[in-house]
């Protein structure tokens, strides 16, 4: 159970658990029969204006994830079945940025687990 982070361009593994590709954009060099992915959420991607503002510069990490915390705001019904996922098994980030720790991915875990700290699993 819980959530990980993981570029799609590592193998799968087991323990990845349900695999889920949050890019708006294809992984470049990347056949979809390779991918292993149980979904891909483009509704999840951050908007291209903000993927664009935001350009991968760790100086706008902060403002980023804030940004992209208020896009999620609106976009419940795309991430809440993905947390409640989360509470019964693994669940898998998948990203293509060379920078595993300034991305999207990373930024829409910390989301995910916030909610689910404050609402836990709904049963």
Do not use: C
């Not at 669940?91 to 293509?96: A, D, H, I, S």
């Amino acid at each position: 159970m819980g959530i990980a982070v993981k570029r799609i361009y590592e193998p799968a593994a087991k323990t990845d658990g349900y695999r889920v590709l949050v890019d708006r954009l294809w992984p470049r060099g990347l056949k979809k029969e390779d991918a292993a992915l149980d979904a891909w959420a483009k509704e999840l991607a951050p908007s291209v204006a903000l993927r664009r503002w935001f350009g991968h510069d760790p100086s706008r990490w902060d403002a980023f994830r804030h940004r992209y915390a208020s896009e999620l705001d609106t976009k419940g019904e795309y991430w809440r079945a993905l947390a409640e996922q989360a509470t019964r098994h693994r669940l898998t980030l998948l990203f293509g940025a060379r920078d595993e720790e300034h991305n999207n991915a990373v930024a829409l875990k910390a989301y995910l687990d916030a909610w689910l700290k404050g609402h836990g699993p709904q049963h």
